[in-house]
């Protein structure tokens, strides 16, 4: 028994010597990498022992306020995966949705003496000697970095100083590791694929740490943006100080004041600003970039896309944080664009076609998912009655199909394009921001045009003179509802189908953008 007692008592001192040095040395990696192992197993747990489908509704519940528990108590790349999630409303339960829209919400900050260290080092001297005043008190704080308000000392300018957290270098590599085998796990647990993407999906997180990286991508879309939209859209320029040396863990940006978040529908309202034509800009800008720049910010959360006034009383979007791109090649460029296009104008031929090149068994399923609503290229398949409301078992059944289909989708996961993941990642905030006004822009439409103008200057004319066509189309369906119902029924089925398709479109919303 003594024997037992003092190994015991060996046991527990060494556990407890682990977890000091874990608390005080290791910015807590080992309790953090334990308690993403427990949830892990508690997920596992209430999915395969505990889940009917008829409390569905609970364990999903139970499990989503678990995750976020640990996303939040876990912070740094951990808050960044579960913000991930929250764009993938139209896959996850509502009861995950719900739960993970806390992460979007600042993140916890570090002393401002710590940050000013962080900066001391980084730059290679004393704050007196690159600064005139520096606020110690963080502006805002997001998973990997935090804001400081400063005054620069040799131009007095006031700036944004982006400063990076010391315990995420230090976490990021655990983390990682640690999503892998959580990835592992859903994936042999489960029979989704998930791993075919966690190496680029790390190299673009990875890429976020790099503030030099995040400064170029600010100038080049400081560059193309600007040139394009002109007094519409802004990006604040990039501040560099004399004598400083250039790092990675520090950026200065010129300091913007009197926003609002382009989700803040009351503040929009307060400064006499027309959330439409503020949208369809927003919309604008991304399909801009997706189908004719190709360089594309990833991160349009709302704290990233600001709106002010114009002194001229007109709306401008300021976009922020510039660490999180992808530069789409200009073959998967042109291809999205057709693939969009092809949506569009209902042309299941073009659109598998495109999904054969990606390795996508499903095309209509993907554009499904692409478009955040049901998707069919066949004539008149694609109605949905609004008025039904689905039990909960109902919804369970519908995840569970919707699981299969992830499941069987991919028939080649080398050969689809893994820029698009972000891609869709920044639509999926898009369509988020547009449903928190009600919905109140075509952003289908919106797209669909930008991506026809993004293909050559035949596929660009061929479409638009399709759309001019199918406008005036519109009117007679409108004004002539028999004669539109006979000709969707006289015509060959390819040409109604593309009617059809179109009718759709303007469907989507209520206010079409007339200037398209």
């Given at each position: ?12 001192g ?5 977890y000091q040095?874990?608390q005080l040395?290791c910015?807590?990696v080992?309790?953090?990498?334990l ?5 892990g197993v ?7 022992v ?5 409390n ?17 108590k ?6 960044k995966?579960?913000q991930?999630?929250t764009t993938?409303?139209?896959?996850l339960?509502?009861?995950y ?18 940050m000013m260290?962080?900066?001391e ?7 007196s000697?690159?600064f005139?005043?520096f606020?110690?008190e ?9 804001v400081?308000?400063?005054?620069t ?16 270098a ?13 990835l592992f796990v859903?994936e ?9 993407a966690?190496?680029y ?6 890429s ?12 080049k ?7 394009r939209?002109k ?11 004399k004598n ?6 520090v ?5 913007i ?11 929009l309202?307060a400064m ?13 800008i ?17 704290g990233n896309?600001?709106v ?5 009383h ?5 976009l ?13 460029r042109q291809?999205?664009?057709?693939f969009w ?6 042309d ?9 090149i990606?390795?996508?068994?499903d ?6 998912m692409t ?5 069919k290229?066949s004539?008149g ?16 059944k519908i995840?569970?199909k ?6 069987s ?8 394009p ?10 999926n ?11 109140i ?9 930008s ?7 035949k ?5 638009h003179?399709t759309l001019q066509c ?10 002539f ?12 089925s390819?040409i109604?189908q593309?009617f ?10 209520p ?5 398209f």
């Open positions: 028994m003594k024997r037992w007692g003092k190994r015991a008592a060996a046991a527990i060494i556990g407890y010597g682990a040095i874990d040395c910015y807590e080992g309790t953090r990498s308690r993403t192992v427990y949830t508690y997920l596992l747990y209430q999915y395969k505990v889940w009917t489908p008829e569905s509704g609970e364990v999903h519940e139970r499990v989503a306020q678990r995750i976020v528990e640990c996303l939040k876990n912070e740094g790349m951990y808050v995966f579960g991930q999630l993938m409303g139209h896959v339960p509502p009861e949705v719900e739960a993970f829209s806390v992460l979007c919400s600042d993140a916890s900050t570090y002393p401002g003496d710590v260290a962080v900066v080092k980084q730059l290679g001297g004393p704050l000697e690159f005139e005043s606020d110690p963080p502006i805002a704080s997001a998973s990997i970095a935090q400081h308000q400063a005054v000392k040799h131009d007095k300018k006031l700036v944004a100083v982006k400063i990076q957290k010391p315990n995420v230090y976490q990021v590599g655990i983390d990682f590791a640690m999503l892998y085998c959580v859903v042999t647990a489960f029979s989704i694929p998930m791993l075919w966690h190496k999906t790390v190299s673009r997180y990875c976020e740490l790099d503030f030099l990286l995040e400064a170029e991508n600010s100038k879309s400081k560059k193309l943006l600007e040139s939209f007094n519409t859209v802004y990006v604040p320029e990039v501040i560099e100080l400083a040396k250039k790092t990675s863990k950026l200065l940006t010129e300091w004041s009197d926003t609002v978040t382009i989700s803040d529908k009351e503040g309202l006499n600003l027309d959330l439409n034509e503020i949208l369809k800009l927003a919309v604008g991304y399909a801009y970039s997706i189908f004719q720049t190709g360089h594309v910010h990833c991160d349009p959360h709302p896309l600001l002010r006034k114009t002194s001229q007109q709306h401008q979007i300021v922020l944080d510039h660490g999180l791109y992808v530069d789409l090649p200009d073959d998967t291809q999205y664009a057709r296009r092809s949506m569009i104008l209902a299941g031929k073009s659109l598998k076609e495109v999904c054969d990606w390795g996508i068994t095309a209509d399923f993907f554009a499904s478009q955040m609503r049901p998707y290229s004539k398949s694609s109605q949905v009655d609004k008025s039904v409301k689905l039990s909960s078992e109902d919804m369970a995840h569970l919707i699981k299969e289909k992830l499941s989708i991919l028939r080649d996961t080398a050969a689809f893994r820029e698009l993941l972000f891609v869709g990642r920044a639509l905030y898009l369509r988020s921001h547009n449903w928190c006004h009600g919905s822009v075509n952003r289908v439409k919106i797209l669909g045009v991506a026809a103008d993004g293909l050559s200057t596929n660009w004319v061929r479409f003179a199918l406008r005036v189309l519109e009117v007679l369906s409108t004004t509802p028999r004669t539109w119902n006979f000709l969707l029924w006289a015509l060959p390819n109604s593309v059809d398709g179109f009718g759709r479109v303007l469907e989507a919303s206010e079409i953008p007339k200037e």
